[in-house]
């Protein structure tokens, strides 16, 4: 199970940070990333990180922006955010992979119930 939470409503040009606790499985066995669905359009890929978080990889529109990270004492993962973008508007999900670290959706067998993120001006 993955509870996601951190979202709220920010300004642009603001920080927030996600977090995502996962329960019931051994998180290190599982690559996690976050994927964001905006208003009228497909979920697409944000972030993922690998197993003990050696490895990183953005979509381009996030990089230089955002990091992903894990604390695999806690079984959490974060999305830190800064310089907000109206752009960034989203329902962020987290989700698990034990393949690694893919950015296709159909890869991730455990899904978050997502956390809003609005970005106003």
């Known amino acids: 199970q993955l509870q996601a939470s951190g979202g709220g409503l920010v300004q642009a040009g603001d920080s927030l940070r996600l977090s995502c606790v996962a329960s019931g499985r051994t998180f290190s066995d599982y690559a996690m990333a976050w994927f964001r669905q905006a208003p009228g359009k497909e979920r697409a890929f944000v972030a993922v990180?690998?197993?003990?978080?050696?490895?990183?990889y953005y979509t381009d529109s996030v990089k230089g922006r955002f990091t992903i990270s894990r604390d695999n004492a806690k079984n959490t993962v974060y999305l830190q955010m800064n310089s907000l973008k109206l752009e960034d508007t989203a329902v962020y999900y987290c989700a698990a992979n034990r393949k690694g670290t893919s950015r296709s959706q159909s890869e991730y067998n455990y899904w978050g119930q997502g956390t809003l993120v609005t970005v106003s001006s």
């Open positions: 990180i690998s197993w003990f978080g050696r490895d990183t």
